[in-house]
């Protein structure tokens, strides 16, 4: 019995009193050893399963977050200007870093070849006629054109010149460029083409007597080369300056001003429709809900069809929610092509009107053997079509909400799979040529101020210090110390009687959206083209036009002053909602 003991002992020997040390230190290693091998399969994880802070692949958990703006310039979360493609795109893009200064206008001017037109600096013995017409396309004439340009606008950046031509008289050119504000926050470049007025002296030198306000010289807005996209012809009769880097992959950037071509897209042949594959959503709820909830879909909608690497076959057609309306009900008839840039969006994805499609479906179908796949269920994953062979898919959805909503199909596992794809959908260039000719009235030399009053003035409960801080001796004595007098300010406001702001007319001059009423009037540009677009009927300029083009203009201001960040304590949504964006 007393030889037990020893001999468990000896069948282990490691818990001899003299292998203790060694054992606790053996022990200690494999605890750290497997802590650190815990430590990088938790690393592994999350680096596996972690999502960057990207606000164009947010997962639909966040999209009230991200449907959410952050500039207060837009008055409700639900009401204001929804974020597209261009929004996200920074700013400082390399194709904006190589501008026309006048010095290379001056070192390009080359020597005059004679003949009419070429009076700007007469030859000794040549004979001068001040009599005769302005030669527009003389070399001499287009740098002195330039270089008035580039003198006279000093706040904005010039990247082409188009040659200029003639213009209502003997004594008017037209001449367009593509420029930039210099203090530009927004990633896009802008046309303009205006008309000058030049004179001549008693030995035939041409100075230019005027300048015209923006697009003032129409008969220098040429339309665009043939083709789309990367594939469209450029225009050779242009001065630009050879940039000294070139991105190889350069992002697309919206041309404010230029020629919108949206024309609806049509198939080539019969043999071509029958050799594609098309995929549409029809029916849902996402009808007549806010703009933020439509494009929040659309995108799901584009998103799949990008995936399955299917023609959009899309309704243009949109219904207008009552938020937005002046008579307070739901407008449908609306077209897609009012709100946003159709021509990028064809430039970038195989997208097909609704209309026009059946139209040939039902010509073609039975004759060629074309097959229709229905999905009634949006659990069906777009993984799950990806093999489908048929000409169509139609995604039918019922009339029960939210399982109705089209941006429940990029829910769940699809997430993953289905990106929503931003960059091809751009506001509409028409309604930013609005604001882009507001901001020239104005020089772009002008600081914004956002002031929400409305609904939530009147709320105490809510926001019990907006009234007073938005009040007109409250903003005379909060912008004193952030915008200096005399400058001009523009007001993005939902206060219905602007003459509350009248007081501020003695520090600033104030300008407002409705001063602009003509550029979307009967005799507008945009009233023309909009209405070719609703087949000869006028369109009015609603709520969320009105929005968008306010919003604009305060984004383009040189300082931006925003009602819940710079003007009140009070927070955006109401008491105790403030957060680090807002």
């Known amino acids: 019995m007393l030889g037990r003991p020893s001999f468990s002992l000896s069948r282990n020997g490691s818990f001899r009193a003299e292998n203790l040390g060694q054992n606790a230190l053996a022990l200690i290693g494999n605890l750290c050893f497997t802590m650190f091998v815990v430590g990088v399969l938790v690393f592994t994880i999350i680096a596996a399963t972690y999502q960057p802070e ?26 204001g200007v929804v974020k597209t493609g261009e ?7 390399t194709a904006f870093a190589t501008f026309i200064n006048i010095t290379d206008v001056d070192a390009a001017a080359l020597p ?10 007469p030859e000794e013995g040549a004979v001068c006629n001040t009599e005769g017409p302005i030669n527009c396309r003389d070399p001499d004439v287009f740098h002195l054109l330039m270089r008035s340009a580039i003198e006279k606008f000093k706040d904005i950046h010039f990247y082409r010149f188009g040659k200029p031509v003639q213009g209502d008289n003997d004594s008017s050119c037209h001449m367009a460029w593509r420029f930039r504000p210099k203090e530009g926050k927004a990633a896009a470049f802008y046309k303009d083409y205006r008309s000058f007025t030049l004179e001549k002296s008693d030995n ?5 007597s005027g300048i015209g306000e923006y697009h003032s010289g129409g008969k220098a807005r040429k339309r665009k080369g043939k083709g789309r ?7 050779k009769e242009v001065f630009e300056k050879v940039p000294t880097k070139v991105d190889e992959n350069p992002i697309a950037l919206p041309d404010v001003g230029e020629t919108v071509e949206d024309a609806l897209p049509t198939v080539e042949s019969e043999g071509s429709f029958g050799r594609g594959k098309y995929l549409i959503y029809s029916g849902g709820g996402d009808r007549c809900k806010s703009m933020h909830q439509y494009l929040w879909s659309f995108t799901c909608m584009l998103g799949e069809a990008q995936y399955l690497n299917r023609t959009l076959v899309m309704d243009l057609s949109v219904c207008l929610s009552k938020m937005y309306t002046s008579s307070g009900q739901d407008e449908e008839g609306k077209d897609f092509r009012y709100y946003f840039d159709f021509e990028h969006l064809m430039d970038s994805a195989s997208v097909l009107d609704q209309k026009q499609f059946w139209s040939d479906w039902n010509k073609w179908q039975k004759k060629n053997g074309l097959n229709l796949h229905l999905v009634e269920d949006f659990r069906v994953t777009p993984m799950n079509l990806a093999k489908v062979d048929d000409t169509l898919i139609v995604r039918k959805f019922g009339d029960v909400e939210p399982d109705n909503y089209w941006y429940r199909v990029c829910e769940g596992e699809a997430e993953s799979a289905v990106e929503r794809p931003w960059n091809m959908v751009w506001k509409s260039r028409r309604l930013l040529d609005i604001a882009s000719a507001i901001a020239s ?6 600081d914004s101020v956002h002031i929400e009053r409305g609904e939530k003035a009147s709320n105490k409960e809510l926001w019990p210090n907006l009234d007073k801080d938005t009040s007109p001796e409250a903003l005379l004595s909060t912008l004193k110390y952030k915008i200096e007098d005399g400058r001009n300010v523009y007001v993005a406001t939902n206060e219905p009687e ?24 009967s005799n507008s540009d945009w009233y023309s ?7 000869g009927v006028g369109v009015d300029f609603d709520g969320y036009m009105r929005i968008s083009v306010d919003t604009e203009v305060f984004l383009r201001g040189k300082k931006q002053i925003e009602t819940f960040n710079d003007l009140t304590k009070d927070c955006k949504d109401g008491v105790n909602t403030c957060t680090s964006a807002s």
Request: hydrophobic residues 30%; aromatic residues 14%; charged residues 30%.
């Open 204 to 208: 035939c030198t041409l100075s230019v």
């Open 529 to 535: 083209e909009t209405t070719k677009l609703n087949n």
């Open 87 to 93: 929004d996200f795109v920074a700013s400082n893009q």
């Open 229 to 235: 996209g990367k594939n469209r012809e450029k225009d």
């Open 112 to 121: 005059t070849e004679g003949g009419e037109g070429a009076e700007t600096n």
């Open 54 to 79: 990207d606000p164009l692949f947010h997962p639909s958990s966040k999209m009230t977050n991200f449907l959410t703006s952050n500039s207060n310039a837009t008055f409700k979360s639900d009401t």
């Open 498 to 521: 602007i003459s509350f702001f009248d007081p501020l007319k003695d520090k600033y001059s104030l300008h407002f959206l409705d001063e602009y009423k003509d550029l979307w009037d």
């Open 441 to 446: 009235r104005m020089s772009w030399d002008f």
